[in-house]
């Protein structure tokens, strides 16, 4: 069972999950835009930052290529955990990753900074992640990253020869 770790990140937020998680798997991190080859691979680890309510734009457009695969997703927002709006994101992957089979997923939130936050406060005031986004500042932390890898180890099991 070879698995590679892809992920999509700005501001090192789901970076962090993914050094976490390829940490974990003993896999290969390669950026979204770099994904081309997936053949080889069984198990693939997703990460993605949440814009507009899903997947970052990158990970939209790569999501229709897991086709086959098995998958685990992970993703940071600035919603708090288990807040519906990361569990309707997560869906969203779910649903653009048409032919995967999805073994699992894992979100927290990810630091928004101060800028982020009063650009989005003026373009979209009633973003329903915009409440919860300062309670976001210093994750992912070492309760996140715990968390994740206990969530991969379960979704993706080490193979026993
Ligand atoms: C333009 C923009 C849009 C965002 N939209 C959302 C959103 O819809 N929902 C949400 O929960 N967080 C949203 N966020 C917060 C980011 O998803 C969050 O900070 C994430 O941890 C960033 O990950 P990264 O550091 O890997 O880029 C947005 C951030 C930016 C910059």
């Known amino acids: 069972m070879k698995s590679l770790v892809i992920f999509s990140s700005q501001t090192n937020n789901t970076r962090k999950l993914a050094e976490a998680v390829a940490m974990e798997l003993d896999a290969e991190m390669v950026p979204?835009?770099?994904?081309?080859?997936?053949?080889?691979?069984?198990?693939?680890?997703?990460?993605f930052w949440?814009?507009?309510g899903g997947p970052d734009p990158a990970t939209q457009e790569f999501l229709p290529k897991l086709a086959g695969k098995t998958v685990f997703f992970f993703a940071t927002h600035g919603a708090s955990a288990n807040s519906s709006h990361a569990?309707?994101?997560?869906d969203k992957a779910g649903e653009?990753?048409?032919g995967a089979v999805i073994a699992g997923s894992f979100?927290?939130?990810g630091e928004v900074s101060a800028k982020v936050q009063a650009t989005?406060?003026?373009?979209n005031p009633k973003a329903?992640?915009?409440?919860?986004a300062p309670a976001a500042a210093g994750h992912p932390d070492a309760n996140?990253?715990?968390?994740l890898r206990q969530a991969i180890r379960t979704a993706f099991p080490r193979s026993h020869p």
């Open 107 to 109: 979100s927290c939130p």
């Open 87 to 90: 569990k309707n994101g997560l």
């Open 144 to 147: 996140d990253i715990a968390l």
């Open 50 to 52: 949440f814009k507009g």
């Open 32 to 47: 979204v835009d770099q994904a081309e080859d997936l053949a080889g691979y069984d198990r693939i680890a997703l990460g």
């Open 96 to 98: 653009l990753a048409v």
């Open 120 to 123: 989005v406060a003026e373009k």
């Open 128 to 132: 329903p992640w915009l409440p919860d």
